[in-house]
C-alpha cells in the first residue's frame, strides 16, 4: 500500500501518460476498504464522472470558494479526535469526557477572538453565518423594540439579512435598504442621514460575497458609535482574508462562518460587544448554553475545527493574501489578453482579490456556465444560483440586464494554483469566442452598431 | 531547560525531503500540489533564521506539521474519489 501510494504521484507527473490508468487501479485495489459512495446520483468510475446526465472526464476545478472551501488538512487533524475518544458534552461538569471538551472549545474561543481583537467572552458559537445575522438583526432589534423601530442596511446584503429585515417590517419595524455606488460600496453620507433617533441596528457586510467588494468598516463604525447605534457587519466572507479588529471598526456585532475559511460547515460565531454592551434576544429556547444567547450543545469538533481555521488564518494571511493576489492578476490579464468587452463587477481598489466577477459582454450567462462543465465556478451567490433571475447585487450596481446575466464569479483561494487558473482562462476564452462566434448582436455590436438604438419589432 | 543549538543543514534538508516526499502521497491534487509549495516556501523563507531560539522554534514547528501531514495523506487516500481532478488528466491526453 505504502508503495502504490509512494508510485502514483509518480506515474501522474508528466511524462507518463499511459501508465497512469493502471496506477489508479492498483491503487484501488491496494486500499485497505472501497470508500463508501459519495451519493446514489452519482456515477464514478476512473475514466469520467456522470452527475445529473451530465458527463465530466474528471472532477472540475474549483473557483468557487465564496460559495465553500475545501476543510484545510490541518483543520481536519485538530477535529477528528473528538469525533473518535473524545465525544463528551462540553457542558458535562462532572466527568472527564466534558472536562476535555469544554478545555477544547475554551480554546478555540480564544483562537476566533483572537484573529478579530475581541475577548472570548464576546464569542458566541452558531451553527453559522446565517444564524449570526438572524440573532443579530432580528435580536437587536426585538430587544430594543420599546424605544427604536428602525434598521438600516444596504441592497447588496446577503439574503438572510435582507430576508431578517423583511421579517422586521412585517413586525412593525421600518427599514431602510440603502443603494449602492456603481462600484458597490456604500456612499457615506447617505448611511448618515439614513440614520435616525430611533435606529436600532446599522448592518453592513465586510465583504461581499458575490462580487467581494470591501465596505469602510472603520468609516462606518466611526458613524454608528458617534450616533450611538449598534454596527453589525456579516463579515463570513471577510474573516481570515482582510485584518479585522473590531475596536478600531466600531464593530458592534458580527456574523462569522467557519465553512469560508477552510474551516467546517456547520459552525459560526457571533461577536457581541460587552463595552459598551450590546444585548439581544435570544432565538432558540434552551439550555441556556453559549450564555443563553444560543442554546443547544456546542458541536465540540466543529468548533475546534473553526478554532483550528482562524490560528491556520491568523499566520498564513499575508502569505494566502499575497498568493491569491497573484492569481487574480494572473486571470484578469489571461482574460483580457484575449477576449475584448469584459466588464469587472464592483470596485477593483476596495476588493478582496481571491473573488473576480466578470461580465461578458454579448454572451449569455447559462450557455457560458454550462459550456465551463471543466470549471466549478457560479455567476453568483450559491444560494440563488438555482434561479435564472439576475443577481440583485449586480442590480443594485446598476449593472444592465443583458451584462447582468453574463456574470461569472471566479472564486480564488488558499488551495489555488496557477495550472488551475491558466486552465480557466483557455477554456473561458474558448468558450467565450465561441458563444460570441454565434452571436448576432456581437456581430453587429462589431460593425459598429449601437444596440441600445435599436427598436426590437414585437413578435 | 538548556537552549539547544541550532538544527545542523543536514537535519534541515532532511526535514524538507520529508516533506516533499509526504506532500506526493496526498490523493487531492490542490492539497498536494499546497503542501508541496508551502513547504517549499517556508523553508526558503526561514532559510536566514541565524539566531538558534529561532531557529530551533522554526525546526520543532516544521516537525510538527510534518507529522499532520502524515497522517492527513493517510486519511486521504482512504476517502480518495475515483475520478480524479481534470488538472491530472489532462496529462494523459
Same mark, same amino acid.
Given at each position: 500500500?505504502?508503495?502504490?501510494?509512494?508510485?502514483?504521484?509518480?506515474?501522474?507527473?508528466?511524462?507518463?501518460?499511459?501508465?497512469?490508468?493502471?496506477?489508479?487501479?492498483?491503487?484501488?485495489?491496494?486500499?485497505?476498504?472501497?470508500?463508501?459512495?459519495?451519493?446514489?446520483?452519482?456515477?464514478?468510475?476512473?475514466?469520467?464522472?456522470?452527475?445529473?446526465?451530465?458527463?465530466?472526464?474528471?472532477?472540475?476545478?474549483?473557483?468557487?470558494?465564496?460559495?465553500?472551501?475545501?476543510?484545510?488538512?490541518?483543520?481536519?487533524?485538530?477535529?477528528?479526535?473528538?469525533?473518535?475518544?473524545?465525544?463528551?458534552?462540553?457542558?458535562?461538569?462532572?466527568?472527564?469526557?466534558?472536562?476535555?471538551?469544554?478545555?477544547?472549545?475554551?480554546?478555540?474561543?480564544?483562537?476566533?477572538?483572537?484573529?478579530?481583537?475581541?475577548?472570548?467572552?464576546?464569542?458566541?458559537?452558531?451553527?453559522?453565518?446565517?444564524?449570526?445575522?438572524?440573532?443579530?438583526?432580528?435580536?437587536?432589534?426585538?430587544?430594543?423594540?420599546?424605544?427604536?423601530?428602525?434598521?438600516?442596511?444596504?441592497?447588496?446584503?446577503?439574503?438572510?439579512?435582507?430576508?431578517?429585515?423583511?421579517?422586521?417590517?412585517?413586525?412593525?419595524?421600518?427599514?431602510?435598504?440603502?443603494?449602492?455606488?456603481?462600484?458597490?460600496?456604500?456612499?457615506?453620507?447617505?448611511?448618515?442621514?439614513?440614520?435616525?433617533?430611533?435606529?436600532?441596528?446599522?448592518?453592513?457586510?465586510?465583504?461581499?460575497?458575490?462580487?467581494?467588494?470591501?465596505?469602510?468598516?472603520?468609516?462606518?463604525?466611526?458613524?454608528?458609535?458617534?450616533?450611538?447605534?449598534?454596527?453589525?457587519?456579516?463579515?463570513?466572507?471577510?474573516?481570515?482574508?482582510?485584518?479585522?479588529?473590531? !475596536?478600531?471598526? !466600531?464593530?458592534?456585532?458580527?456574523?462569522?462562518?467557519?465553512?469560508?475559511?477552510?474551516?467546517?460547515?456547520?459552525?459560526?460565531?457571533?461577536?457581541?460587544?460587552?463595552?459598551?454592551?450590546?444585548?439581544?434576544?435570544?432565538?432558540?429556547?434552551?439550555?441556556?448554553?453559549?450564555?443563553?444567547?444560543?442554546?443547544?450543545?456546542?458541536?465540540?469538533?466543529?468548533?475546534?475545527?473553526?478554532?483550528?481555521?482562524?490560528?491556520?488564518?491568523?499566520?498564513?494571511?499575508?502569505?494566502?493574501?499575497?498568493?491569491?493576489?497573484?492569481?487574480?492578476?494572473?486571470?484578469?490579464?489571461?482574460?483580457?489578453?484575449?477576449?475584448?468587452?469584459?466588464?469587472?463587477?464592483?470596485?477593483?481598489?476596495?476588493?478582496?482579490?481571491?473573488?473576480?466577477?466578470?461580465?461578458?459582454?454579448?454572451?449569455?450567462?447559462?450557455?457560458?456556465?454550462?459550456?465551463?462543465?471543466?470549471?466549478?465556478?457560479?455567476?453568483?451567490?450559491?444560494?440563488?444560483?438555482?434561479?435564472?433571475?439576475?443577481?440583485?447585487?449586480?442590480?443594485?450596481?446598476?449593472?444592465?440586464?443583458?451584462?447582468?446575466?453574463?456574470?461569472?464569479?471566479?472564486?480564488?483561494?488558499?488551495?489555488?494554483?496557477?495550472?488551475?487558473?491558466?486552465?480557466?482562462?483557455?477554456?473561458?476564452?474558448?468558450?467565450?469566442?465561441?458563444?460570441?462566434?454565434?452571436?448576432?448582436?456581437?456581430?453587429?455590436?462589431?460593425?459598429?452598431?449601437?444596440?441600445?438604438?435599436?427598436?426590437?419589432?414585437?413578435? | 531547560?538548556?537552549?539547544?543549538?541550532?538544527?545542523?543543514?543536514?537535519?534541515?534538508?532532511?526535514?524538507?525531503?520529508?516533506?516533499?516526499?509526504?506532500?506526493?502521497?496526498?490523493?487531492?491534487?490542490?492539497?498536494?500540489?499546497?503542501?508541496?509549495?508551502?513547504?517549499?516556501?517556508?523553508?526558503?523563507?526561514?532559510?536566514?533564521?541565524?539566531?538558534?531560539?529561532?531557529?530551533?522554534?522554526?525546526?520543532?514547528?516544521?516537525?510538527?506539521?510534518?507529522?499532520?501531514?502524515?497522517?492527513?495523506?493517510?486519511?486521504?487516500?482512504?476517502?480518495?474519489?475515483?475520478?480524479?481532478?481534470?488538472?491530472?488528466?489532462?496529462?494523459?491526453?
Amino acid at each position: 500500500m505504502a508503495l502504490s501510494r509512494r508510485l502514483l504521484p509518480l506515474f501522474l507527473r508528466r511524462g507518463f501518460p499511459a501508465a497512469a490508468a493502471p496506477a489508479r487501479a492498483l491503487s484501488t485495489a491496494a486500499a485497505p476498504a472501497p470508500a463508501p459512495p459519495a451519493s446514489a446520483s452519482e456515477e464514478e468510475d476512473e475514466s469520467s464522472i456522470t452527475v445529473k446526465g451530465v458527463r465530466i472526464s474528471g472532477r472540475p476545478l474549483y473557483l468557487d470558494m465564496q460559495a465553500t472551501t475545501p476543510v484545510d488538512p490541518r483543520v481536519l487533524d485538530a477535529m477528528l479526535p473528538f469525533y473518535l475518544s473524545r465525544y463528551g458534552n462540553p457542558h458535562s461538569r462532572t466527568h472527564l469526557y466534558g472536562w476535555e471538551s469544554d478545555a477544547a472549545v475554551e480554546a478555540a474561543r480564544a483562537r476566533v477572538a483572537a484573529l478579530v481583537g475581541a475577548d472570548p467572552r464576546e464569542i458566541f458559537f452558531t451553527s453559522g453565518a446565517t444564524e449570526c445575522n438572524n440573532i443579530a438583526v432580528k435580536g437587536v432589534a426585538r430587544f430594543y423594540r420599546d424605544r427604536r423601530r428602525h434598521v438600516v442596511t444596504t441592497q447588496t446584503e446577503h439574503k438572510c439579512v435582507l430576508d431578517s429585515c423583511r421579517y422586521l417590517q412585517q413586525e412593525g419595524f421600518e427599514v431602510t435598504y440603502l443603494p449602492v455606488r456603481a462600484d458597490g460600496l456604500v456612499d457615506l453620507a447617505q448611511l448618515e442621514d439614513a440614520i435616525r433617533p430611533d435606529t436600532a441596528l446599522v448592518s453592513v457586510m465586510a465583504v461581499n460575497n458575490e462580487i467581494g467588494v470591501v465596505q469602510p468598516l472603520e468609516e462606518i463604525g466611526r458613524i454608528c458609535r458617534e450616533k450611538g447605534v449598534p454596527f453589525h457587519t456579516d463579515a463570513a466572507q471577510a474573516l481570515g482574508k482582510i485584518p479585522i479588529d473590531v !475596536g478600531r471598526m !466600531g464593530i458592534g456585532l458580527m456574523s462569522l462562518s467557519g465553512h469560508k475559511i477552510y474551516g467546517p460547515k456547520g459552525v459560526g460565531a457571533l461577536y457581541l460587544r460587552r463595552r459598551p454592551r450590546i444585548r439581544v434576544e435570544p432565538q432558540m429556547s434552551g439550555g441556556g448554553q453559549e450564555r443563553g444567547i444560543r442554546s443547544g450543545t456546542v458541536p465540540t469538533p466543529l468548533v475546534v475545527g473553526f478554532g483550528a481555521a482562524c490560528e491556520i488564518a491568523a499566520k498564513e494571511m499575508d502569505y494566502d493574501h499575497r498568493r491569491v493576489a497573484a492569481l487574480q492578476q494572473r486571470l484578469l490579464d489571461g482574460i483580457r489578453a484575449q477576449v475584448d468587452e469584459v466588464v469587472i463587477n464592483g470596485s477593483m481598489e476596495h476588493r478582496y482579490p481571491g473573488n473576480l466577477n466578470l461580465s461578458f459582454a454579448y454572451v449569455e450567462g447559462e450557455s457560458l456556465l454550462m459550456g465551463l462543465k471543466e470549471v466549478a465556478v457560479s455567476s453568483g451567490s450559491a444560494c440563488t444560483s438555482a434561479s435564472l433571475e439576475p443577481s440583485y447585487v449586480l442590480r443594485a450596481l446598476g449593472v444592465e440586464e443583458d451584462m447582468a446575466h453574463t456574470s461569472i464569479r471566479f472564486g480564488m483561494g488558499r488551495f489555488t494554483t496557477e495550472e488551475e487558473v491558466d486552465r480557466a482562462i483557455e477554456l473561458t476564452v474558448r468558450q467565450v469566442k465561441k458563444l460570441r462566434d454565434m452571436s448576432p448582436l456581437y456581430e453587429m455590436a462589431k460593425a459598429g452598431i449601437d444596440l441600445k438604438s435599436i427598436e426590437w419589432s414585437q413578435h | 531547560m538548556a537552549a539547544a543549538a541550532a538544527p545542523t543543514r543536514a537535519e534541515v534538508l532532511s526535514l524538507f525531503r520529508s516533506f516533499l516526499r509526504t506532500a506526493k502521497q496526498f490523493s487531492d491534487y490542490n492539497i498536494r500540489e499546497y503542501t508541496r509549495r508551502r513547504a517549499a516556501d517556508a523553508f526558503r523563507e526561514n532559510r536566514a533564521l541565524g539566531d538558534p531560539p529561532a531557529a530551533n522554534a522554526a525546526f520543532a514547528e516544521g516537525k510538527k506539521q510534518l507529522e499532520v501531514a502524515k497522517r492527513q495523506a493517510v486519511v486521504y487516500s482512504l476517502y480518495a474519489p475515483k475520478a480524479k481532478s481534470v488538472m491530472e488528466l489532462q496529462v494523459q491526453q
